[in-house]
């Protein structure tokens, strides 16, 4: 009987297991219970007693081995597996591409603010959810006057009004309570109103404005910093025009255009043939809005302007549709990888 346990051994010892196929052969034969074990066992009960220890244990010790070795070739047929698998890549395809991209409004946004940053504006920021004082009264909109109507406003609450801030200009405002001329800030942010949302429109959109004001800033300041930062926003040859306009919190108001830079002038459906594009409003702070903040309007002056950040840079990239800012579809996002600001 101890021959056939050492036949059985020298059988495990032998096996070569090469494919899933071998290895299903091999656990029927020698892992499952219906294998050579089994009967192995049950001629325990022809052994004399005196050897059934000797048997059982030598039984056990190539049950062993044939469970080592099992596993054994799991593993060994696993890593073949792996193998195959890693040599069916085909190493000559391009990386997978997951690098993201810089959002187009951040890029503009960036390089606004990189622009004024150079010329001596410094970055301001303010909250989103505002009171009525800084969105609106601060800044010459009386109570129920008609300007308010400009801008659709989404209200929190009301009396006392909470809203959310239909432009950054409460910024404006804040950092004239907090800080006493020379003020030369931009403000870049969020800004809410309530417009049905379209290609052309939308609820939520991104705003700069700028603020100035000193002794003795006057409307050729306004002027020439705005044809500086159109020149380096959209290249060197870019003139500008001021058209009369009217803001509630500016006397003299103007909006500022900016000659096409996609048909340099000649008239395109960008200018829709006019040769120029709106890009801003501006204007001299009106003295009720520094008298508002506690500033001398007999002492200082200063300018005003605001630029919508989707606007600029619809108008850089031809994207015609404002809703695919929000979106985030990622092919449209992908094609900004290569913007650098
Ligand atoms: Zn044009």
Redesign the pocket.
């Known amino acids: 009987m101890f021959d056939k346990v050492k036949e059985l051994a020298e059988e495990i010892k032998s096996v070569r297991v090469k494919t899933q196929e071998d290895l299903e052969n091999y656990r029927l034969r020698f892992i499952s219970k219906k294998g050579a074990f089994p009967s192995l066992f049950q001629q325990m009960k022809d052994i004399p007693n005196e050897k059934k220890k000797e048997f059982g244990q030598a039984i056990n010790e190539i049950k062993q081995l044939a469970q080592d070795r099992f596993k054994e070739f799991i593993n060994e047929l696993n890593g073949n597996e792996n193998d195959n698998l890693e040599s069916s890549f085909d190493l000559t395809l391009p990386a997978e591409d997951s690098i993201g991209s810089i959002h187009p409004i951040s890029a503009t946004r960036n390089t606004i603010i990189d622009i004024f940053k150079r010329i001596g504006f410094n970055v301001e920021d303010g909250p989103e959810i505002e009171n009525d004082w800084h969105n609106f009264t601060a800044l010459n909109f009386p109570p129920d006057h008609p300007a308010r109507e400009m801008q659709d406003t989404f209200f929190i609450e009301k009396n006392p009004d909470m809203l959310l801030r239909t432009h950054t200009s409460n910024v404006q405002i804040r950092l004239m309570n907090k800080q006493k001329p020379p003020i030369r800030s931009i403000m870049p942010g969020r800004v809410f109103r309530n417009e049905a949302i379209s290609a052309r429109a939308h609820c939520i959109f991104h705003q700069v404005e700028g603020l100035f004001v000193d002794e003795n800033v006057s409307f050729q300041d306004l002027k020439a910093t705005l044809y500086h930062f159109s020149k380096e926003m959209f290249g060197k040859d870019t003139q500008i025009r001021f058209r009369p306009s009217y803001f509630p919190f500016t006397e003299p108001s103007a909006e500022i255009d900016v000659s096409?830079?996609?048909?340099?002038?000649?008239?395109?459906?960008?200018?829709?043939?006019?040769?120029?594009?709106e890009i801003a409003g501006a204007g001299m702070v009106d003295p009720n809005v520094l008298s508002n903040c506690e500033i001398d309007p007999e002492k200082y002056t200063g300018f005003a302007f605001g630029m919508g950040i989707e606007r600029i840079t619809m108008l850089k990239y031809q994207i015609k549709d404002l809703r695919l800012f929000t979106e985030n579809d990622i092919r449209f996002l992908k094609q900004f990888k290569t913007v650098q600001w």
């Open positions: 096409c830079f996609i048909c340099g002038g000649k008239g395109c459906n960008i200018c829709k043939y006019t040769g120029w594009v």
